[in-house]
């Protein structure tokens, strides 16, 4: 392969595209849905930060420990997965019908390529439903117009923003989309959020953010603690609070840290 910086920076391959997350996202999980350019930008920035597929991955796992919990043990049977990416093994709605066939699950992005994907998606058990709703996280109020045709506001939801608030740049922007996100769903809801961090050993993913602000889209920012529990203001924050997304409730033996901070957080 040649210099990948280089062929990010020109459209791999010659086909003049520029790369995106959701499929260079899906390129470090081994999934197959990307193209050339998604490939070269993926492989610089596991060169200049090399933790990043096991991010990735434990991501993917804090996923399904939070839709198995809040199925199994909080009751929980309506989701609202928002930025839910191109689909890959272990997604929302094969998670919580497995526990919960009656669950309810609306996917929520905006990238043209997971909307080719929807199909995939919308799958779901004859006792449950499975919808997509094509909109921009920094709409909040398009998100919950959307899912409000699937699922009922006066039961419980489970609120999913995993690795979503990062393409927020603006923090004071990223605390009111969830503040308006959990204004509309009722008492026993929850919150469950991932995000990139330069703590947690996360200090080499400067050079690495800032090689993807250049060469991808969208756009990405990490956050501190400290910016990250603003986000829960007025909820509940479950034990063990906020820590690693691998270190949040590990099923089995708990995967390496990794420098993204994951949480759950109840409406009272």
């Known amino acids: 392969m040649s210099d990948s910086s280089e062929e990010a920076r020109t459209g791999a391959a010659g086909t003049g595209t520029v790369a995106h997350n959701a499929r260079v996202w899906n390129y470090w999980l081994g999934g197959k849905d990307y193209y050339d350019v998604d490939r070269a930008v993926g492989d610089h920035v596991t060169g200049v930060y090399p933790a990043i597929g096991e991010v990735a991955r434990a991501d993917r796992r804090f996923l399904g420990h939070v839709v198995r919990f809040l199925t199994e043990e909080a009751g929980v049977r309506q989701f609202l ?24 699950i609306v996917y929520v992005d905006n990238d043209p390529t997971v909307l080719t994907h929807a199909r995939a998606l919308l799958t779901s058990t004859p006792e449950g439903a499975t919808a997509y709703a094509d909109a921009d996280a920094h709409c909040p109020d398009a998100i919950l117009e959307a899912a409000s045709e699937t699922l009922r506001f006066d039961r419980p939801v489970g609120v999913i923003l995993l690795g979503v608030l990062n393409f927020v740049l603006d923090t004071d922007e990223a605390r009111g989309i969830v503040r308006r996100l959990v204004s509309a769903v009722p008492s026993g809801s929850y919150l469950a959020l991932s995000h990139p961090t330069q703590e947690l050993g996360g200090e080499g993913n400067a050079d690495a953010m800032a090689f993807w602000n250049e060469n991808a889209e969208p756009p990405i920012t990490a956050r501190s603690r400290a910016e990250i529990e603003s986000f829960t203001e007025g909820l509940e924050l479950l034990s063990p609070g906020i820590v690693s997304c691998s270190a949040w409730r590990p099923e089995g033996e708990q995967g390496a840290e990794v420098a993204q901070f994951g949480l759950v957080a109840r409406k009272p």
């Open 81 to 104: 997965d928002i930025g839910t990416g191109l689909p890959t093994a272990e997604n929302t709605h094969e998670v919580a019908q497995r526990h919960a066939p009656e669950a309810r």
